[in-house]
């Protein structure tokens, strides 16, 4: 049995389902015999306080609650449930479909210690099942040799990174910038922050070739109780020069975090940090007018086509509409045209006046090099120093930091 939990003649019960109905979760039932066999069991909601303080309870190493729609209702008495089965030592496998972020989000606050969407994703259960049979084991020693000083008074300057259309390059831009930032610190120190905020499909970890940590998550799930030890524990180092939270290692509801949680981790970074660079979903969420607030800088990525065109005028409509600050935005042209190609420079021009913005930022194309050193998770200074690409944004990080170092003599 590859779960890790223990096999006898006439199995104890290590592992229990509680829901409404289990057969209303079919794939539920299959994934628990593959991965169990016989030794598990089913309860009811109302069942399982009652079944926990019981003899046969003692083996219980992990329940599986399956909700829908329906059982939001009795969110309460599933609160009770987590409650109690901590108390006993029992983790928690929350399992739901057609469920509102909201009710996830008090249930993983409440103690829950994975979440899995049905119809369940192959496998998934069975890794969930091994992650929580890990955390039984003696702690790995720290990985993270940088810890966060106690009452630092930093105000770092925070830098965002939002692409208005896939591919136009944002996480390549949030981690090369943060990295050529981090380069030109002379502390010893790493004082450059990254912070990957794509929830589902951040790829800051590919890019720097960092594991993706359960212990994010559970930083996200109460920031109310963040001090500089858990946010230190949640960070990992790259290179001894830059300190970054990777995106959680499980696909999450992008509003499972609210923009509270959001002011508290990043309130946290720019206290420790000179630099934040946060890298951001695509889409708008509750918290993307936290960002757009706090940012010091707010790069929007585009390229020259009419999804980017289409996309930026939706996003102007919306923050308008709003009474938001649109022109906050700096936008950054990805792939533009070489300084000979007067046609797409052309092209450049007429795309702004038609749009009513100012292109700031033009990068240029890095070619094949940008996506090889992103699948080998090196920064392009470290695997292609001389690529154009690489040349542009070590002068905005010149730029970025002598501002800085301005505004800190000033205020000096």
């Known amino acids: 049995m590859s779960s890790g939990l223990p096999q006898t003649d006439t199995p104890a019960i290590v592992a229990c389902t509680i829901s409404r ?63 109690q089965a901590h108390a006993k030592e029992i983790k928690v496998i929350l399992i739901a479909e057609d469920v509102t972020p909201a009710a996830l989000h008090s249930l993983l606050r409440q103690g829950a210690d994975e979440f899995i969407p049905y119809p369940l994703p192959e496998q998934e259960l069975q890794a969930a099942i091994d992650r929580l049979s890990a955390e039984d084991k003696p702690p790995e020693p720290d990985t993270n040799p940088h810890q966060l000083k106690s009452g630092s008074r930093r105000e770092g300057a925070l830098i965002a990174c939002h692409g208005l259309a896939g591919g136009t390059g944002s996480t390549t831009l949030a981690v090369n910038l943060a990295w050529e930032l981090a380069e030109l610190s002379k502390s010893k120190e790493p004082r450059v922050c990254l912070l990957d905020f794509d929830m589902q499909y951040g790829s800051v970890s590919t890019y720097l070739d ?79 007018e936290t960002i757009l607030h706090m940012a010091h800088v707010y790069f929007a990525m585009i390229e020259l086509d009419m999804r980017s065109a289409q996309n930026i005028l939706r996003l102007k409509r919306a923050l308008q509409s709003e009474g938001l600050p649109f022109d906050k935005l700096r936008f950054a042209l990805n792939r533009a045209p070489k300084f000979t190609d007067l046609s797409g420079k052309s092209r450049v021009k007429r795309m702004a006046d038609s749009l009513g913005i100012s292109i700031e930022l033009l990068l240029p194309d890095g070619g094949k090099p940008v996506l090889q050193s992103c699948d080998h ?22 730029s970025l930091h002598e501002l800085g170092q301005a505004e800190a003599d000033a205020a000096a």
């Not at 539920?28 to 306080?49: K, N, P, Q, V």
């Not at 998550?217 to 001894?240: H, N």
């Open 210 to 288: 960092l594991p993706r940590r359960e212990v994010v998550m559970e930083m996200l799930s109460e920031t109310e109780s963040l001090d500089e030890e858990v946010f230190g524990q949640a960070l990992l180092p790259f290179q001894d020069k830059l300190q970054v939270l990777t995106a959680p290692s499980d696909m999450i509801p992008l509003e499972i975090i609210t923009p509270e949680d959001v002011e508290r981790v990043i309130e946290m970074a720019r206290s420790h940090f000179d630099f934040v660079v946060v890298d951001l979903p695509h889409t708008l969420v509750q918290w993307s």
């Open 21 to 83: 109905d289990v057969q209303n979760f079919d794939l539920l039932i299959e994934d628990m015999e593959a991965a169990l066999g016989e030794a598990w069991g089913d309860l009811g909601f109302s069942e399982a306080l009652a079944f926990f303080a019981q003899p046969e309870a003692e083996t219980l190493q992990f329940v599986a609650m399956a909700m829908d729609a329906q059982d939001e209702d009795d969110l309460t008495l599933m609160g009770e449930i987590i409650a």
């Open 377 to 398: 998770g090196l920064p392009l200074a470290l695997s292609n120093p001389k690529n154009p690409l690489r040349k542009e944004i070590a002068k905005l990080a010149q």
